[in-house]
C-alpha cells in the first residue's frame, strides 16, 4: 500500500507512529513524505516524484497557524470577517489544488485534515463578545470542507479538531517544538493522530468486526439476575444503574449500523430473558440479538456456535464480558476473537465502548441499516425450512425474486463493501478500494453487477457483486462474490445464468472465471465446478457456452435487469 504525506509543518513524528501501527496489523506499506511546506509544488509539479509515485492514499495536513496565521496579525486593525475573507481565499485556492490532485490521482484516496486553532490565538472575554472573535474561523472552514468533500467522490475528511475538543491542547500540544521543529504535537498529540489515521485506513479498506458478542450479569445490568431477582439488578435511567442503561443506549448506536449483537451468558434461560423482555428500563430487547446462548456451557464452544449459526467467521467478533475468568478463556481457545479487558466500574462502561476501534465507517449504506432486520428474518426462514423435508419445495415457498443491474453511483459504496468485507463466498478475494471500483465503472471494457434479494420475510439488499472484463473471445469473471445470508437459496445459480446471457448477447461463447483459495472462502471453492465448467492451468475454470447452458432457477423470479451497461 502505498501511502504519501503533504503538509505544511514537520509530520514526520506522526508518521513513524502511523507506520508502527500499520506495520503492527501486518499492512505492508510504502511512504511518500514531501519536503516541509513543499505540497504545493508537489501538487503543481506535472512530473514530480511525488506523482511517480502513484500513491494509493494522500493524507493532506495543513496546520491553520502556520497556512493563515500572518492574516490573524492583522486583528483589532480589521474585524473576524475581513480577516475570514482573506483566509477563506486562501482556502479556496487550496481547494481547487485538491481538485488539481483529485484530477491527476482519479483512482488515489485523499485525506484531507479539518482545522483548528490553538488558544494562543485567542483573546478572553473578546472571544464570542466582540467583532475581534477568531474561534468561529475553523468551525466555518471545517464546515465549507465538509461540503466540499461531500461533492467530491474519493475525498474524506479527517476530523483533527474533534480530537482536540476531547483531548485538549495540553494533553496535545508541544509549544517548545512550535518553534523548534515546525511542529506543534507533542509525543502524545503524534500518538493520537496517528491512530486516527489509522482508524480511515481501517475504514477505508473495509477492516471492521461484524458482531458484538456480550455477557449478562454486571455487563448490561448490575448484579446478578439469578440471585438478585428482575426487580434488584441495577438497570435504570437514574442513579447506579444509569452506566447501564446507557452503555445499552451505545450499542444500541452499534446495532443500527448494522453491527450484529449477540448474547453470551451462564444464566438460567428463562430467567434472564423475562429480564430482557420485560425490565422497564432494558433498552436491548430478545430481537436485538441475531444470537442467543444462554446456559452453562463453555463461552469458546457457545461463541463458535453462535459463529457456525450466523455463517461468519470468528475472526469478525468481539466478545465483552465483565469477569476476567471468561475473558482469559475465550481468548486461549479462540484467539481470533477480539477480546478486550472491560473496565472495572461500569461507569466507564460506554467511554470504555467508544473507544474501541473496531467499527470504522466512512459511509452507512441502506444494507447497513437493513442488515440486523434480516438476520431476525432468517430466524422465520429457518422456522420453515424445519416444517419441510423437501428443499426445492421449502425454496419454492419462498417466493424469492432477485434484481440484477449494472452498479451506479448510489449502489457503489455498499458493493465496495462488500468487496472489501466478504470472505466465504468470495471466488478471488480482490480486495478492491473504492478508488478502484471507480475505475472500472469509468471502463468501457468492464461491466459491474449487484443483485438484490428478497423474500416473502424480508428484503436481503444488495447481497452480491460481480466485476465483469470483456476480452476479446471471452467475458472474464474478475470478482464473484455473495453474502452469506443467501447461501444455499441457488442465488448464484440465478446470477451465473445471468453473466452468460451477457455474453451470448454480445456474441461471446467463453466464459472464464477463477477461483483463488484462502483460509476463508472454501464454501465457494465448488462454484465452478458444480456448474460444469471446466478445469484449465491453474486457478482458472472455463464455460463453453456451445456446450453447456446455465439455467435460471425455477423457483427464483428475476423481477429487474438491465438490458445493457448503464451509462456513467
Not at 472500472?440 to 444488495?462: Q, S
Not at 445464468?497 to 472465471?513: C, F, H, L, N, R
Request: proline share 3%; glycine share 4%.
Amino acid at each position: 500500500m502505498k501511502i504519501a504525506f503533504l503538509s505544511n509543518y514537520t509530520s514526520e513524528f506522526i508518521i513513524k507512529e502511523f507506520g508502527k501501527r500499520l506495520k503492527e496489523s501486518g499492512i505492508e506499506y510504502d511512504f511518500y513524505i514531501s519536503g516541509f511546506n513543499q505540497y504545493v509544488q508537489e501538487i503543481l509539479g506535472e512530473e514530480s516524484s511525488f506523482y511517480n509515485f502513484k500513491p494509493d492514499v494522500v493524507f493532506l495536513s495543513i496546520d491553520l497557524s502556520f497556512f493563515a496565521g500572518d492574516l490573524f496579525d492583522n486583528l483589532f486593525q480589521e474585524d473576524n470577517n475581513e480577516i475570514y475573507s482573506a483566509v477563506e481565499k486562501r482556502f479556496k485556492q487550496l481547494l481547487s489544488l485538491v481538485e488539481k490532485l483529485r484530477e491527476k490521482l482519479p483512482v488515489t484516496q485523499i485525506f484531507v485534515d479539518n482545522f483548528f486553532l490553538n488558544s494562543t490565538y485567542f483573546n478572553k472575554t473578546l472571544e464570542a463578545n466582540s467583532s475581534y472573535s477568531l474561534s468561529n474561523i475553523p468551525v466555518r472552514l471545517n464546515l465549507e470542507l465538509e461540503k466540499f468533500a461531500a461533492e467530491q467522490k474519493g475525498v474524506r475528511v479527517v476530523d483533527i479538531f474533534s480530537l482536540i475538543m476531547k483531548f485538549g491542547e495540553k494533553e496535545l500540544y508541544d509549544p517548545r517544538l512550535f518553534y523548534i521543529a515546525k511542529s506543534k504535537w507533542s509525543k502524545t498529540g503524534n500518538e493520537k493522530i496517528a491512530d486516527l489515521y489509522f482508524s480511515h485506513i481501517k475504514a477505508y479498506k473495509g477492516l471492521r468486526k461484524k458482531v458484538i458478542v456480550l455477557d449478562l450479569d454486571n455487563t448490561l445490568w448490575g448484579g446478578v439476575i439469578g440471585q438478585d431477582g428482575m426487580e434488584n439488578i441495577q438497570l435504570s435511567n437514574d442513579g447506579p444503574g444509569k452506566a447501564f442503561y446507557d452503555f445499552q443506549k451505545e450499542l444500541l448506536k452499534l446495532y443500527k449500523q448494522g453491527i450484529l449483537l449477540a448474547v453470551c451468558s451462564k444464566n438460567t434461560e428463562d430467567v434472564a430473558l423475562e429480564a430482557m423482555k420485560n425490565h422497564p428500563y432494558m433498552i436491548l430487547r430478545p430481537e436485538y440479538f441475531a444470537a442467543m446462548r444462554i446456559n452453562w456451557e463453555n463461552k469458546g464452544q457457545n461463541i463458535k456456535s453462535i459463529a457456525q449459526e450466523l455463517n461468519l467467521g470468528t475472526d469478525s467478533f468481539i466478545f465483552l464480558d465483565d469477569y476476567a475468568f471468561e475473558r482469559g478463556l475465550v481468548k486461549d481457545q479462540l484467539p481470533e476473537v477480539e477480546v478486550p479487558d472491560m473496565p472495572e466500574d461500569p461507569l466507564y462502561y460506554v467511554e470504555f465502548l467508544k473507544s474501541l476501534d473496531f467499527f470504522n465507517f466512512h459511509t452507512l449504506t441502506d444494507d447497513d441499516f437493513k442488515r440486523n432486520k434480516s438476520y431476525a428474518a432468517n430466524q422465520e426462514r429457518k422456522k420453515l425450512e424445519e416444517s419441510f423435508t423437501d428443499t426445492t419445495s421449502y425454496l419454492k415457498s419462498l417466493d424469492m425474486q432477485i434484481i440484477i443491474k449494472d452498479m451506479d453511483d448510489f449502489s457503489m459504496p455498499r458493493i465496495v463493501q462488500l468487496i472489501q468485507k466478504t470472505n466465504q463466498y468470495n471466488l478471488t478475494t480482490r480486495r478492491y478500494t473504492e478508488s478502484e471500483v471507480r475505475a472500472f465503472y469509468a471502463d468501457p471494457n468492464y461491466r459491474i453487477l449487484e443483485a438484490t434479494v428478497k423474500d416473502k420475510f424480508g428484503d436481503y439488499g444488495i447481497i452480491a457483486g460481480v466485476i465483469l472484463k470483456f476480452q476479446e473471445a471471452k467475458v472474464y469473471i474478475d470478482t464473484f462474490l455473495m453474502s452469506c445470508r443467501v447461501l444455499g437459496r441457488g442465488v448464484e445459480t440465478a446470477i451465473l445464468s445471468y453473466v452468460t446471457k451477457i455474453a451470448e448477447d454480445k456474441g461471446i461463447k467463453i466464459v472464464e472465471g477463477e477461483i483463488i483459495p484462502t483460509p476463508k472462502n472454501e464454501p465457494s471453492r465448488d462454484m465452478y465446478k458444480k456448474h460444469d465448467f471446466t478445469k484449465k492451468d491453474g486457478y482458472f475454470w472455463e464455460l463453453n457456452l456451445d456446450e453447456k447452458k446455465i439455467e435460471f432457477p425455477e423457483y427464483i423470479k428475476l423481477v429487474e435487469h438491465s438490458a445493457d451497461r448503464v451509462s456513467n
